[in-house]
């Protein structure tokens, strides 16, 4: 038995890494340390953190070898984690040296896409855009823009999904209260009253317990060039149109109190 594991162990592990590989995969980059260290360092950090880590390992690894191995098959075995920790670790150089060539990319993929939403109302091509430019790098700004699109063409599982993601890159409290913009536009787009009024409320209370005047400064123009939108009631327009402004507090002082005792 020892004999076959000498020969075919790494054979062995490379078929289960294979079977198990794409859920292994989903499970890293779905758990919420991944993300906040995804997120909160740029990709040369994240290279030079992972080394160090992943030389720790091997290094610790190594020296188990040499210190518990069975007399006679330390070579072996050091072997094997050499050849393991080689394919690994050009695995890895691999993938950062393509993250960073697509980062190169980035700033141009953004570009096109904010011409197609902004300037354009091509929901449709502004979100392969945008999807490819938040597989390169996530930022809140270009997240919330596709978020929109998501919206303006009613495509909620992928809302969803990236109402998720965008709390972890938020930077301050200009951040939250587009998120709740952007919580608010899925009962506005289904004319859902009660919840869209929650929304009202939650912002209303967030607003209050900052104690101090921020504004959202996000435009609400590109919304209300989609076709959902210009087809929704004139009730739940006019509704609504009170909350954008009192995020980007271009409300009258008369008028953000009204709204406000309305949804405290």
Request: one cysteine or more; a neutral charge; glycine letters at 4%.
């Given at each position: ?6 020969e075919y ?11 198990f590989?794409?859920?292994i ?5 779905t ?12 990709t040369?950090e994240?290279y ?13 690894s ?7 191995s069975?007399?006679?098959t ?11 920790a ?8 691999g993938?950062?040296?393509f993250?960073q ?15 197609l939403?902004?300037?354009?109302g091509?929901?449709?091509r502004?979100?392969k ?12 700004g ?16 992928k ?7 965008l ?5 301050d409290?200009r951040?939250?209260?587009i998120?709740?913009?952007?919580k608010a536009?899925e ?7 009660g919840?869209?009024?929650e929304?009202f409320?939650?912002t209303v209370?967030?607003k209050?317990?900052?104690k101090k005047s921020?504004a959202?400064g ?6 209300k060039k ?10 739940i327009?006019t509704l ?6 009192y ?9 953000k109190q009204?709204f406000e005792?309305?949804?405290?």
């Amino acid at each position: 038995m020892e004999e076959f594991l000498k020969e075919y162990g790494a054979v062995i592990l490379g078929i289960i890494f294979g079977l198990f590989a794409d859920n292994i995969y989903n499970f890293i980059r779905t758990s919420s340390p991944w993300k906040k260290f995804k997120h909160h360092f740029s990709t040369s950090e994240q290279y030079w953190r992972i080394t160090t880590f992943f030389s720790i390992i091997t290094v610790s690894s190594a020296l188990a070898i040499i210190f518990y191995s069975p007399e006679g098959t330390v070579m072996n075995n050091l072997s094997f984690l050499v050849q393991l920790a080689t394919l690994v670790f050009g695995l890895y150089v691999g993938y950062f040296a393509f993250k960073q060539m697509n980062l190169g990319r980035y700033e141009s993929i953004v570009s096109s896409a904010k011409q197609l939403f902004v300037n354009g109302g091509d929901f449709k091509r502004a979100i392969k855009e945008y999807e490819l430019a938040s597989s390169i790098k996530l930022t809140f700004g270009t997240g919330a823009e596709q978020t929109e699109c998501y919206v303006c063409l009613s495509e909620w599982a992928k809302y969803d999904r990236m109402m998720d993601r965008l709390p972890h890159v938020k930077v301050d409290h200009r951040d939250d209260l587009i998120l709740f913009y952007l919580k608010a536009l899925e009962p506005l787009f289904k004319e859902e009253l009660g919840r869209l009024k929650e929304v009202f409320r939650q912002t209303v209370t967030f607003k209050k317990s900052i104690k101090k005047s921020i504004a959202a400064g996000w435009s609400s123009a590109e919304i209300k060039k989609s076709e959902v939108y210009e087809n929704l009631s004139n009730e739940i327009k006019t509704l609504v149109e009170p909350f954008f402004k009192y995020i980007n507090n271009q409300l009258s002082e008369s008028e953000k109190q009204t709204f406000e005792e309305t949804y405290s």
